[in-house]
């Protein structure tokens, strides 16, 4: 399936397959999952990192994905039964309205990996932006891609920014994980 809508969908999927077991750890390790309530992923594609997060979520927290297209939405319903687990057909840049709508002020962290260097003229800087927005002071936006590209949309907005790469990824995958102010 994850495939499938790659070759439907190039342009929104960051990659061909999905991101190796090492990429998903790594990308996690900072998580402080004892204070996390709400954990919201962007583009979660057919679950690889939702199963993990899902393991280590606290049993009050929730995690809430996002995906523009609704045969992902749909086969993750199916796939997670998990009452922690929401899945919603919608857009990034709306994650304010869509945290909000879950009876939420604030997200913990973000995840996202989605394709920032190919997304349509203007998407990239308000998902950027939307995100920073709804972070709680302290929060981190997580991210991997295969271009550097987002740090142009992260760095006007963030903190402080931690970044990595993964080499056992196809293809190595950029890590970066923006962190905003404890106190703004």
């Not at 203007?122 to 939307?130: K, L, T, Y």
Request: hydrophobic share 45%; glycine share 6%; aromatic share 12%.
């Amino acid at each position: 399936m994850f495939f499938r809508e790659f070759l439907r969908h190039p342009v929104m999927i960051g990659s061909i397959i999905p991101s190796s077991r090492r990429t998903i750890d790594a990308m996690l390790a900072p998580v402080d999952w004892a204070r996390t309530k709400l954990f919201v992923e962007y583009g979660p594609g057919v679950g690889t990192f939702c199963a993990t997060i899902l393991e280590r979520l606290p049993v009050d927290a929730t995690l809430l994905v996002i995906d523009t297209n609704p045969v992902f939405v749909d086969y993750l319903r199916r796939k997670f039964t998990d009452s922690r687990f929401v899945a919603v057909h919608g857009s990034a840049a709306d994650v304010n309205d869509i945290v909000a709508a879950h009876g939420f002020e604030k997200a913990d962290y973000v995840l996202s990996g989605l394709p920032f260097s190919t997304l349509p003229t203007g998407v990239g800087p308000a998902i950027a932006e939307a995100t920073h927005r709804v972070l709680a002071p302290g929060g981190s936006f997580l991210i991997y891609q295969y271009s550097a590209y987002v740090l142009t949309l992260i760095e006007p907005l963030f903190e402080s920014i931690d970044r990595d790469l993964e080499w056992w990824n196809i293809p190595p995958c950029g890590l970066f994980w923006a962190h905003k102010a404890a106190a703004e």
